[in-house]
């Protein structure tokens, strides 16, 4: 099972960046093998799929609600997986989690939850004046 460590959330201002990683260690195949995800979950909502990043230097997918705001990267010699958030909303305000499922694509849709084994802790954003 890939181990997942996400960081970089914080406290920012309405329009603010921030950017996450999600790094990855263990697993039985390589990072480059998987494809990631990133999820978020606001208290007394349902978990929302936010982006997701095939694997190799495949496509990406994005939900509605972050689509020319958020954009997905990673770093296959790294092994690391980044969400960049621009123009944060209060909205935005959440739990991100990233995910990683083996041999998987974003085929123009963020998977649902359940298509993905192996989870991270999650990191906390607020958006707050």
């Known amino acids: 099972q890939m181990q997942l460590v996400e960081s970089g959330g914080d406290l920012v201002q309405p329009g603010g960046s921030l950017r996450l990683s999600c790094a990855a260690s263990?697993?039985?195949?390589?990072?480059?093998?998987?494809?990631v995800a990133w999820f978020r979950q606001a208290p007394g909502k349902e978990r929302e799929g936010i982006s997701c990043?095939?694997?190799?230097?495949?496509?990406?997918a994005y939900g509605e609600a972050v689509k020319g705001r958020f954009t997905t990267s990673r770093d296959n010699v790294k092994n690391v997986a980044y969400l960049q958030m621009n123009s944060l909303q209060e909205d935005d305000t959440a739990e991100y989690i990233c995910?990683?499922?083996?041999?998987?694509?974003?085929?123009?849709?963020?998977?649902?939850?359940?298509?993905?084994?192996?989870w991270g802790q999650g990191t906390q954003v607020t958006v707050s004046s």
């Open positions: 995910a990683a499922a083996e041999y998987a694509y974003c085929s123009g849709i963020v998977p649902p939850s359940d298509e993905f084994d192996d």
């Open positions: 263990g697993g039985p195949t390589e990072f480059r093998f998987y494809a």
């Open positions: 990043i095939s694997l190799g230097d495949g496509g990406e």
